[in-house]
């Protein structure tokens, strides 16, 4: 089992990973230490959590048996180079950045390393991420599972193939921006409508909350469930109306092709 947990870099994601993990019980802040660029950041972090900090990355990489890489993509391989003699064959990483592949993560250490490809969202800040992840040929199966595990502290998970990694990034790692952008204009059209911005947010999210509570909890087709909103000749089904008609959907697709492509890039 992996008992002791690392995560280099703290970050928004990293964070949001960190507080689930601890919320859930599934470790103790002794089990985790973390590294981040600035003592002020980290000494922010130990404060609020009570984990073991450090400004080395290689001291994470010693002292995890579950690492995760929660820098910005472009960091990812001058990391690898600081920690890669460290990282021994019996310790497992975790990466959440995308387009980095399983084959790009053996060729950074030059060595086959037990590997776990991660896409998670920032919904993981309060509690509701989505994460998919596929791992490489090393890791066990029940080593996978425990790694599922400690991140059900703050994610769904789905174990997918590693082709549609980059479609995970698009559909769920990039799409909280398009949902709250959706949100935005909502609110704003209800405040042109004389509603008090605060109620707006709230009205517009509780919305989309529920709406998609909905597709997950009655397992009804979101065409069906839009459909039992629109009453004949009644208001939603203008409302629809107008938005087929600007494009609301091909934008959409659009907007999610566009940030597969860029993933893949990556």
């Known amino acids: 089992m992996f008992e002791k947990i690392g995560f280099i870099g703290c970050g928004n994601m990293g964070t949001a990973m960190l507080k689930g993990i601890l919320a859930s019980g599934k470790r ?9 660029r600035t003592k002020e950041t980290l000494e922010e972090k130990k404060a609020a959590y009570g984990v073991n900090i ?3 990355n290689r001291e994470v990489a010693e002292f995890a048996d579950l690492l995760f890489l929660a820098v910005k993509p472009q960091f990812y391989e001058g990391v690898i180079a600081q920690i890669q003699d460290v990282v021994t ?5 975790v990466s959440i950045a995308p387009g980095k592949t399983l084959s790009w993560f053996e060729q950074q250490f030059g060595r086959p390393v037990k590997i776990i490809r ?3 969202n920032t919904p993981a800040m309060v509690g509701a991420g989505m994460m998919g992840m596929c791992a490489g040929s090393t890791v066990t199966e029940e080593e996978l599972q425990q790694v599922r595990d400690v991140c059900s502290g703050f994610s769904e998970t789905e174990v997918v193939p590693e082709h549609l990694m980059d ?3 698009a559909v769920s790692g990039s799409s909280p921006a398009y949902v709250f952008l959706f949100i ?3 609110a704003d059209a209800a405040v ?4 008090p911005r605060a109620q707006a947010y709230k009205f517009a999210a509780q919305a989309v909350m529920g709406s998609a509570k909905m597709v997950l909890e009655t397992g009804m087709h979101p065409g069906e469930l839009k459909d039992m909103v629109c009453s004949p000749a009644g208001t939603t089904i203008q409302a629809v109306r107008v938005l087929e008609e600007k494009g609301m959907r091909s934008s959409v697709f659009e907007a999610m092709m566009k940030c597969l492509d860029i993933s893949r890039g990556m």
Do not use: F
């Not at 064959?89 to 990483?93: R, Y």
């Open 184 to 186: 935005e204009a909502m």
């Open 192 to 195: 042109a409508g004389g509603m």
């Open 167 to 169: 479609v995970v990034t």
């Open 28 to 36: 103790k802040a002794e089990e985790i230490m973390i590294s981040c």
């Open 89 to 93: 064959a019996q310790k497992l990483v």
């Open 118 to 120: 991660t896409m998670p």
């Open 54 to 56: 450090t400004t080395d």
